[in-house]
């Protein structure tokens, strides 16, 4: 029996509590348990990027530099893994490539070992630059396929993408399942071309949730098929809109060839404190009973969770919940008119919001919005499909869609943001000049209040009639 030894990143300080509980979980309730986190021999820890950047800044008042080098203080064996988007890096647009640069660069200065980064359209020219820099600065880069379904995203496609970013230099490939739509016996499948086709020395990395209730099944069948690394979450926070729970996957696999090496009594302890932060996210009401169960809505609408909530969300304020199904029902054919784009942020907001507009205002495309506009010109990166013409003509008129990569149009942005920082008094560091270049707005309400906190002025002293602190 070949021993085929399957890592495991755990993902309880990031997309866990993002997933379940709007990225709530602060500093200090990490602290306790990160010594006996970094003694359990994951092939890494997920702590970073994603929305945890904003969250610090908008609602925790952290700096999340300042979370990053305490948790590298306390993480000492094993990588801090973050989730980048590519040219968007942690916000909604594309940046410059100083801008990229600079941020991967002080993100692995600061305690990142593996940098997962991905392109919502699957545009590898929106990874170049980032991968570039994660190569350039010592990181691991993980490059991840955003996984869906259509027409155009064959098993082919897939294996050529993984080649092309294999070929770009790619350390690990990514099979980053966001919407739980990749089932067990694709999972094989998919697993096993790949495992055909890549470099022995590219591991394969698993991310999937367990929305649908599949999730422990695709990362079993995707281990028999030789998938090296697989996300889980400890179980306080593990399931339902998050990755599959730790323990169980430990146990299923111990004593097998797939043997994690993972000792479940050194992770009770740890268990049992998460226990704790998932009640205090409970009462204080960002931890839903709605996210922890089976939903299989997202199989057959393919709709990821946060986007049906933020559809739900939409129509309520419309005072227009009524007309929810007919919405699910045109996510499809809006995601078909502008050439497939897997939904994941910022595609699926886009699509999302247009399908709503479709439906309300009784007529298709009668109302565009900005986003929808730049998705069809573009401007966003290379879509999957060709574009519904039709539609297309009634979207754009006579703009032409660009051919090029996007960033290509963006002239150097951070001695620009460092000046504007500078003359508004706020400027301590670099890393401050990336948090506003990529959250403005939020930034400068920061350090707003650190400024003040330093001064010893009471924060709602501080804050101007337009000043949203963070809470």
């Given at each position: ?57 908008r609602y925790l ?243 990821p969770g946060g ?122 560091k670099e890393e ?40």
């Amino acid at each position: 029996m070949e021993k085929k030894k399957v890592f495991i990143t755990d993902t309880i300080l990031r997309d866990a509590h993002q997933s379940q509980a709007a990225t709530r979980m602060r500093l200090e309730e990490m602290l306790p348990v990160l010594e006996q986190l970094d003694d359990i021999g994951y092939y890494s820890l997920e702590a970073w990027g994603g929305a945890t950047f904003d969250s610090c800044l908008r609602y925790l008042n952290e700096d999340p530099w300042d979370r990053l080098r305490t948790l590298k203080k306390y993480l000492k064996k094993t990588p801090i893994q973050m989730l980048l988007r590519g040219q968007n890096l942690l916000g909604y647009r594309h940046y410059s490539d100083d801008v990229v640069e600079k941020f991967v660069a002080k993100s692995i200065e600061n305690g990142i070992g593996v940098v997962r980064v991905f392109d919502a359209l699957n545009d590898k020219r929106n990874l170049e630059t980032a991968v570039k820099a994660i190569k350039k600065y010592g990181g691991i880069c993980e490059t991840a396929i955003s996984y869906t379904e259509s027409p155009v995203h064959t098993m082919d496609y897939f294996v050529n993408l993984a080649k092309d970013f294999e070929s770009m230099g790619a350390d690990n490939i990514c099979i980053k399942d966001m919407a739980n739509l990749l089932l067990p016996f694709e999972a094989y499948k998919l697993v096993s071309a790949l495992k055909q086709k890549l470099n022995p020395q590219t591991k394969i990395h698993l991310h999937t949730h367990n929305t649908t209730g599949t999730g422990d099944m695709v990362n079993l069948m995707a281990i028999q098929a030789g998938v090296d690394i697989v996300d889980t979450a400890l179980s306080p926070l593990g399931n339902g809109t998050a990755q599959p729970a730790t323990e169980p996957l430990v146990a299923t696999l111990k004593g097998t060839q797939y043997d994690t090496g993972i000792e479940i009594a050194k992770l009770l302890p740890i268990v049992e404190h998460f226990k704790g932060v998932a009640a205090r996210l409970k009462k204080d009401g960002f931890l839903s009973d709605k996210v922890t169960g089976v939903d299989v809505n997202t199989l057959i609408y393919q709709v990821p969770g946060g986007m049906l909530s933020n559809l739900i969300s939409q129509l309520d304020k419309m005072g227009k919940s009524d007309k929810l199904m007919e919405c699910l029902a045109e996510v499809p054919n809006v995601r078909k008119d502008c050439g497939y784009p897997p939904l994941v942020t910022p595609s699926s907001q886009i699509v999302g919001t247009q399908a709503v507009m479709n439906v309300i205002a009784g007529e298709r495309y009668k109302m565009v919005t900005k986003e929808t506009k730049d998705l069809f010109a573009g401007k966003y990166g290379r879509l999957p499909a060709p574009l519904n013409e039709e539609v297309a003509k009634k979207v754009l008129g006579d703009i032409q869609p660009i051919t090029y990569r996007p960033a290509d149009d963006l002239k150097p942005e951070f001695e620009g943001f460092k000046a504007e920082l500078q003359a508004k008094g706020y400027y301590e560091k670099e890393e401050d000049v990336l948090s506003y270049a990529v959250f403005e707005q939020v930034a400068e309400n920061f350090f707003k209040w650190r400024k003040a906190q330093k001064q010893g002025v009471d924060k709602d002293l501080a804050s101007d009639k337009n000043g949203v602190y963070p809470v």
